[in-house]
């Protein structure tokens, strides 16, 4: 099955900053690679997503780029502000999804 | 005009008790999920069923049994409940399994089960 590597699993940055974030994946079939956002309590939600046959994806701040070759995919964000701050997710697959880790991001005014 | 919706928002109870959440979707998906996230925020799918079938069983005592009644409905019952059970349910839905063109999974409020 697929297995999904998401780092780092905490993020700590000033606001205005720039974020990274970055997942790998195992398994070559996966073909769709969804991003989700969850704030303290709630539930997580969709915020960018990017399918194999495209290579990058942007969405005013943030960005998502992928790499088939080497089976990684990164999420990027510009211009961080205090309410960036959350929990992040990856995720890989191709008829179901796998979900890395998460990465608890924390953006400090 | 909630789209996906569980109940109950939180439940405690004994161990060995048995429980259910329900959950509800009225975006007219055909797929819905099931997933568990445990105290360490790590978000696992447990089930799917795409219109009132199972499709994805992940390795889940079978003390967890899904149930469908219609493709707008999957309810989780949980049998003798244990301590290591304690987490957020999730439940999800999509317009179609993930191949095809319209992946997005919606979430629900997520239910949080404390067993004593």
């Known amino acids: 099955g697929e297995n999904v590597e998401q780092h780092p699993s905490t993020l700590s940055v000033q606001e205005g900053d720039s974020a990274v974030i970055k997942c790998t994946y195992s398994d070559s079939a996966s073909n769709y690679f969804p991003w989700y956002k969850q704030e303290l309590g709630k539930r997580p939600q969709l915020i960018i997503d990017?399918?194999?046959?495209?290579g990058e994806k942007k969405d005013q701040r943030i960005a998502v780029t992928l790499n088939k070759t080497a089976k990684h995919f990164s999420l990027h964000i510009t211009e961080t502000q205090p309410e960036d701050s959350a929990v992040y997710f990856c995720?890989?697959?191709?008829?179901?999804?796998?979900f890395g880790k998460g990465t608890m991001l924390l953006v400090s005014p | 005009d909630t789209a996906v919706s569980q109940t109950p928002k939180y439940l405690v109870t004994q161990m060995g008790n048995d429980k259910s959440i329900k959950c509800e979707q009225n975006?007219?998906?055909?797929?819905m999920y099931w997933y568990k996230q445990d105290s360490k925020k790590f978000l696992k799918i447990m089930f799917s069923y795409n219109n009132k079938e199972l499709i994805i069983n992940e390795t889940v005592p079978n003390r967890f049994s899904p149930k469908s009644p219609d493709k707008a409905h999957l309810n989780l019952h949980i049998n003798s409940l244990e301590l290591g059970d304690s987490a957020v349910y999730f439940c999800?839905?999509?317009?179609?399994?993930?191949?095809?063109?319209?992946?997005?999974?919606?979430f629900g409020p997520g239910t949080r089960l404390t067993v004593l």
């Open positions: 999800a839905s999509s317009q179609a399994q993930l191949a095809g063109p319209y992946n997005e999974q919606f």
């Open positions: 995720a890989a697959g191709y008829s179901t999804l796998t």
């Open positions: 975006l007219g998906h055909d797929t």
């Open positions: 990017i399918r194999s046959n495209v």
